[in-house]
């Protein structure tokens, strides 16, 4: 019991985010300010309005320690900016400070928060070490809601309802957290298969239903 309450209290000072500034453009970001997230992001991503330019920047850092890798990715469309995060980033809050520059050289700084926190993996039904995973959708819900699996596994989602469905990475509508998750529209018993070989979260939804059917996937 004792073990229990100490984690209820991690978990609370865990939730404690300063404000985020939002430069203009912001649309959108994942993860979202304030997310409490089983494990680390395979990159953030931040979402405007507004075509980006050179000189932008994301950096994610824990006390004061970098956990970006890489160089920022200006995504081809010019809205959308993404910089990988390290795999075995710690558990810990982390603050996302960004550069949106504009064609005219002009740039706004941004940041926002958000936390690691592995014991939320109790939450997810452990399917590491298969091939092969189905995953139902069913009474518009993903079934199950979040899983654990290894790296290389293919996970097959099956439509098993009468309502049609999409699988469709977050952010919503933005879709562009991990652009390979993205299906066309599922009728029933339709389904969709992605192999998933990075280490990570992913967060994901059915647009159709996006206020409440989500779901995760964490890859070991
Ligand atoms: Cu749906």
């Not at 979040?146 to 933005?174: A, L």
Request: aromatic share 10%.
């Amino acid at each position: 019991m004792l073990n229990k309450a100490e984690t209820t209290v991690t978990n609370m000072e865990t939730a404690v985010f300063n404000n985020p500034t939002k430069t203009p453009h912001f649309e959108s970001s994942v993860p979202e300010h304030g997310s409490v997230l089983a494990g680390p992001v395979i990159n953030v991503v931040i979402n405007f309005n507004f075509d980006l330019a050179k000189n932008s920047s994301i950096s994610i850092k824990r006390s004061a320690q970098e956990f970006g890798q890489g160089e920022l990715v200006l995504d081809s469309n010019k809205l959308s900016m993404r910089r990988a995060m390290d795999s075995g980033a710690p558990d810990g809050t982390y603050t996302v400070t960004y550069q949106a520059c504009w064609p005219d050289k002009s740039c706004h700084q941004g940041s926002f928060q958000f936390a690691v926190t592995r014991s939320k993996q109790d939450d997810f039904k452990d399917q590491t070490n298969r091939k092969e995973i189905t995953l139902d959708l069913l009474n518009s819900s993903f079934e199950p809601e979040n899983i654990r699996i290894s790296k290389g596994t293919k996970i097959t989602w099956v439509n098993k309802d009468v309502v049609e469905h999409y699988i469709n990475t977050d952010p919503h509508p933005g879709h562009n957290y991990y652009k390979d998750q993205n299906s066309k529209l599922l009728k029933t018993n339709e389904s969709y298969s992605l192999v998933f070989t990075k280490s990570g979260l992913y967060p994901y939804h059915c647009s159709a239903h996006a206020d409440y059917m989500t779901g995760n996937i964490l890859v070991d």
